[in-house]
T-cell receptor
Framework: AQSVTQPDIHITVSEGASLELRCNYS??????LFWYVQSPGQGLQLLLKYFSGDTLVQGIKGFEAEFKRSQSSFNLRKPSVHWSDAAEYFC????????????FGQGTRLTINP | DTGVSQDPRHKITKRGQNVTFRCDPI?????LYWYRQTLGQGPEFLTY????????KSRLLSDRFSAERPKGSFSTLEIQRTEQGDSAMYLC??????????????FGPGTRLTVT
């Protein structure tokens, strides 16, 4: 079955430190992959997407993600976090073709220490 | 581009009552999706429309749930005879569809339903 796994439920980092959030997928073929961010009580905002081509993709708010086929991973990174980055982060996958539902991971809650 | 809007933002209802939510997608987006999100979980797919046609429904969408998109623009999601287990955030998303250059889905702010 198609699935997306985020192994870390909760991560705490200090402001200014680097960040990496993990995401693994299980699909028969390379899916389309997305990272979304959700602030408390809000909907989801798209940070970045991977469809094909360059495996390092840049997104908004200084985030980037790297697609690694050999590891079935699509980890999200940021070199230096800001207090405003505290939120819930969701990785999502979609079968190639883009017409279908998103399958989300459970999410990773990011806390920033001052 | 005003984004996806949802109404109401919050709804409190008593068990057994019917509720209806509305979603207005980004204009000219021909695909519209509904998801449900419970506390501490990622969103789960409920159903999706291409224009006015409902093309896929999840097993989560029991007989008490019905969704429509009568003119291919806004959509409604109705829950009949609500149960406490229906308490969740209901999210709507839209995407441009095949004629667009991308397939990402843009989400609205959600409707939080509390069933007492």
């Amino acid at each position: 079955a198609q699935s997306v796994t985020q192994p870390d439920i909760h991560i705490t980092v200090s402001e200014g430190a680097s960040l990496e959030l993990r995401c693994n997928y299980s699909y028969g073929a390379t899916p389309y992959l997305f990272w979304y961010v959700q602030s408390p009580g809000q909907g989801l905002q798209l940070l970045l997407k991977y469809f094909s081509g360059d495996t390092l993709v840049q997104g908004i708010k200084g985030f980037e993600a790297e697609f690694k086929r050999s590891q079935s991973s699509f980890n999200l990174r940021k070199p230096s976090v800001h207090w405003s980055d505290a939120a819930e982060y969701f990785c999502a996958g979609q079968p190639g073709g883009g017409a279908q539902k998103l399958v989300f991971g459970q999410g990773t809650r990011l806390t920033i220490n001052p | 581009d005003t984004g996806v809007s949802q109404d109401p933002r919050h709804k409190i209802t008593k068990r057994g009552q019917n509720v209806t939510f509305r979603c207005d997608p980004i204009s000219e987006h021909n695909r519209l999706y509904w998801y449900r999100q419970t506390l501490g979980q990622g969103p789960e797919f409920l159903t999706y429309f291409q224009n006015e046609a409902q093309l896929e429904k999840s097993r989560l969408l029991s007989d008490r749930f019905s969704a429509e998109r009568p003119k291919g623009s806004f959509s409604t999601l109705e829950i009949q005879r609500t149960e406490q287990g229906d308490s969740a955030m209901y999210l709507c998303a839209s995407s441009p569809g095949p004629q667009g250059s991308s397939y990402e889905q843009y989400f609205g702010p959600g409707t939080r339903l509390t069933v007492t």
